[in-house]
Nanobody, 116 residues
């Protein structure tokens, strides 16, 4: 059974940092594309960053230069380092794993709130 468990969210002041973790089980992350998505109240879920099986990374324009996605294959864990956080980064952040055979799995999400 594939499971994704996010952690690391919380309340942070503008300009602060957080590191989100997505611990996976039942998959090999180096054989999947792992993405971080977010959904703010009243808005659609959007892609924040993703890392492909080949290690290529992509970012939403709004987070380029501030967020970094990485993975630890030995721990089957993907991270999202978020720096210079802004109030508009406030959202529930979700981890997603998909492969070329149609499997698409979501975690339960972790809340990130950026506020003074």
């Amino acid at each position: 059974q594939v499971q994704l468990v996010e952690s690391g969210g919380g309340l942070v002041q503008p300009g602060g940092s957080l590191r989100l973790s997505c611990v996976t089980s039942g998959i090999t992350i180096s054989r999947n594309t792992i993405g971080w998505y977010r959904q703010a109240p009243g808005k659609q879920r959007e892609l924040v960053a993703e890392i492909t099986s080949g290690g290529r990374t992509d970012y939403a324009d709004s987070v380029k230069g501030r967020f970094t996605i990485s993975r630890d294959n030995a721990k089957n864990t993907v991270y999202l380092q978020m720096n210079s956080l802004r109030p508009e980064d406030t959202a529930v952040y979700y981890c997603n794993a998909r492969n070329n055979f149609g499997r698409n799995v979501w975690g339960q999400g972790t809340q990130v709130t950026v506020s003074s």
